[in-house]
Each structure stands twice: as structure tokens, then as C-alpha cells.
């Protein structure tokens, strides 16, 4: 087991007891991987369930009824990871999907404004420019420098007609920084996105 991996000075949570990174992540045995989960290999219980259900589609497709059972099981653990009800979980087909129906959901005024990242990743930013064209919204496109975005100019960014600020996938420490920001935006009711 990779113990650097359970060292509390990264700041992440030790991983529990008896995890065996290797075995659940099988490519750790070949790779030393550092790429983002939006492309990322798979760990190997998602392998056995995708194999899973690829074995229910060819014997028995959807004519068991346990899929639609399973995919209310998904959403009350989702739910309760999330400290959300059961009826605000959604499937949908991707993140790009999920982004659009949130930007496209808003009652969006003339003048509102989205604040992001000059370089966020491109399906995350399309569906913002599209509002701000269709609705007549302002896009803040906060610039980087050296790969950091300095947090005092997001906060800056902020007025009363922010309506959104959408994470920063690409920065370090984003989660951090949205602990930080999220305060910032909660007195005027703004949706922030981290």
C-alpha cells in the first residue's frame, strides 16, 4: 500500500483502513498518474459493475425491473452524500449536459453577471458565453497568472449583479478558494458553482 498516500500533510483525508490502492486502482502497478477524473482509468469496482451491467443488458436489458431499483439505491446514497432529497438527484449524460441545464434554468437578466476563469476548460465555459450573448448577461473572464488566480481578484469581481461564479477547475487549491468565496457570495444569494 502506498503509505505517502495516507499522509495527513497533503491535506487530504487518510483513506480507510485496509485500502489497497494498487488493487483498487490497477494501473498504480505500471503508472504514476496525474491527470483529472474527467479522464482518468477507472478503479476496479467500477470495472466489475460496468461488467456488471454490460452482462444484465445482453441477458436481460431492462426487463427485470433491476436496474430502475438500482438506480433509485444510486440516488438515495447520492442524496445522503450530499445532504440533498432523493427528488434533487438527476442522471444525466455528462458534465457538459449538466452545466447547460443549469446556465439554460436561470431566469437571467440583462446585465447579470458570471464570473469565471480566462482559462477554464472550454465545454465548461460555452454554455455561460451562450447565456451572456442570448440573455444579455456580462461574462468576467478573470485573467491567471503563472497558473494561479489570485483570489483577491475573484473577490473583487463580486457585485450585487454577480449571479454566478463558476469553479476553478484548473487552479490549485480551488476547493480552498471556494470555501473562502462562498461566504462572499451567500449575502446576496448568489448560485456559486465550485
Known sequence: MNTALNDSSCGLPPLPPGFDVTAE???TRNWTFFNHAGVAPISARAAAEIQRFAREACDDSYLTGRWYHKIEQVRKVA???INAQVEEIAFIKNTSEGIAFVANGLDWKP???IISTAVEYPSN???WMDVAQRCGAR???LPETHGRIDLQIVLNAVTPRTRMILRFAWMPAAL???????????????????
Not at 478558494?177 to 444569494?189: K, L, N, T, V
Open 125 to 127: 465555459v460555452y454554455p
Open 139 to 141: 461574462h468576467i473572464m
Open 25 to 27: 486502482f490497477p494501473i
Open 111 to 113: 446585465g447579470d453577471e
Open 79 to 81: 442524496a445522503q452524500f
Open 176 to 194: 480552498n478558494a471556494a470555501r473562502i468565496i462562498f461566504p462572499e457570495c451567500w449575502p446576496w444569494g448568489h448560485p456559486c458553482n465550485f
